[in-house]
């Protein structure tokens, strides 16, 4: 079974930048829509973003604008430019396959995640 490692996060004072990455092993990586989800203390994990196998990209009405997914298929990676970050941030942050039209749809094992702590 296929587990991503996500790396990047850490602590970081309101209105700063984060760049995470997620790295999948042992898979046609290429071939998968990948989304980057979170989750903070006592809620629901959310979908945050998403990019299709083909590259097309969908956000959060929370992250429009400000945060940024990538892919490079080559490596098997990819990442989440996260800009302009607010409190309401904070949380883990975890990469897994996603639907085209951003849905959840984790087929993959959970990472340990990275954390983001925005605070001043």
């Known amino acids: 079974q296929v587990q991503p490692v996500e790396s990047g996060g850490g602590l970081v004072q309101p209105g700063g930048s984060l760049r995470l990455s997620c790295a999948a092993s042992?898979?046609?990586?290429?071939?998968?829509?990948m989304g980057w989800y979170r989750q903070a203390p006592g809620k629901q994990r959310e979908l945050v973003a998403t990019?299709?196998?083909?590259?097309?990209?969908n956000y959060a009405d929370s992250v429009k604008g400000r945060f940024t997914i990538s892919r490079d298929n080559a490596k098997n990676t990819m990442y989440l430019q996260m800009n302009s970050l607010k409190s309401e941030d904070s949380a883990v942050y975890y990469c897994?396959?996603?639907?085209?039209?951003?849905?959840?749809?984790?087929?993959?094992?959970w990472g340990q995640g990275t954390q983001v702590t925005v605070s001043s």
């Open positions: 042992g898979v046609i990586f290429r071939i998968y829509n």
């Open positions: 897994n396959t996603a639907t085209a039209d951003f849905r959840e749809a984790a087929w993959w094992d």
């Open positions: 990019i299709t196998s083909g590259s097309s990209t």
